[in-house]
């Protein structure tokens, strides 16, 4: 009976050792080179934009921008900041380049008392994957 026990006990001591490699094997990160098909998520161009809301210009005048197609399905006034930045093409401009139809990504704030959208910052253009 103590042989068997014996022998058991070897088996068993013995199975467990060649499984240990394979359990530590499996708590280690995979190789596999990023998202592949997915990307990297960090540097995503959706992050970059993630506080802008899109739209097309409909109409603009000195004190504010209407938009159309945003996310909101109708029409959306902002009223420009007094510190207002544009930038076309990664570049500083002004908004007196702005054109009707044009597609644009504006960062917009809430004022508290009146409700108003404020647009703060407008891209247009061919904008980088990161911001300026």
Do not use: W
Request: glycine share 10%; charged share 30%.
């Amino acid at each position: 009976m103590d042989g068997k026990r014996v022998t058991l006990t070897v088996l068993i001591v013995a199975g467990l050792g060649m499984l240990t490699p394979a359990m530590g094997r499996a708590q280690e990160p995979s190789t596999a080179p990023g998202n592949g098909r997915f990307g990297n998520p960090d540097e995503s161009t959706s992050r970059v934009f993630q506080d802008y809301l899109y739209g097309v210009i409909k109409s603009i005048d000195a004190n504010e921008i209407v938009l159309d197609k945003t996310k909101f399905g109708v029409d959306q006034s902002y009223r420009f900041d007094p510190k207002l930045k544009v930038v076309r093409d990664g570049k500083p401009s002004s908004r007196d380049t702005l054109k009707v139809g044009e597609p644009i990504y504006v960062q917009v704030k809430k004022e508290k008392k009146t409700g108003d959208q404020i647009a703060k910052k407008i891209l247009v253009g061919a904008v980088a994957s990161k911001l300026p």
